[in-house]
């Protein structure tokens, strides 16, 4: 499911959008491209040093959207500059080896932010 295009969109910095929703409005965080760790069975990883909404969110809907994208990655037809919208289930974990491993690349991280991709679409 994850494609080359959204792999050099990581390599490039940008700000990565993290939407969710829980009983009430939906709520949005940022982070950066280059915080998302992929997993060999691709799986996203980010660093999570405070939200504490989104992670009471996802307790309650586990479902999340991401949107990320760069200038300098070429999209559709030659255009400068592409985006996806990434959909899947999100939960917070805070120990284990995959924990270990990120607060060795992040060490501010609290806790970090797993999310099972369920779609992936290229908007640019």
């Known amino acids: 499911m ?3 295009k959204f792999l050099e969109v990581l390599k490039d910095e940008g700000v990565v ?7 009430e409005e939906p709520h949005i ?5 280059s915080y998302l760790v992929l997993t060999p069975d691709e799986r996203i990883l980010i660093p999570a040093y405070a939200m504490r909404k989104t992670e009471k969110n996802t307790n309650q809907n586990n ?6 994208g760069s200038r300098n990655v070429i999209g559709y ?8 919208v990434l959909e899947g289930t999100a939960k917070f974990f805070d120990s284990g080896a995959e924990y270990d491993m990120m607060k ?3 060490p501010f991280l609290t806790r970090v932010l797993e999310v099972t991709v369920t779609s992936l ?4």
């Open 2 to 4: 994850i494609t080359e």
């Open 17 to 23: 959008s993290i939407v969710s929703m829980g009983t």
């Open 29 to 33: 965080v940022n982070t950066w491209n």
């Open 63 to 68: 479902k999340i959207k991401l949107a990320l």
């Open 77 to 84: 037809n030659d255009y400068q500059g592409t985006g996806f």
């Open 104 to 106: 060795g690349k992040f």
């Open 121 to 124: 679409k290229q908007m640019l």
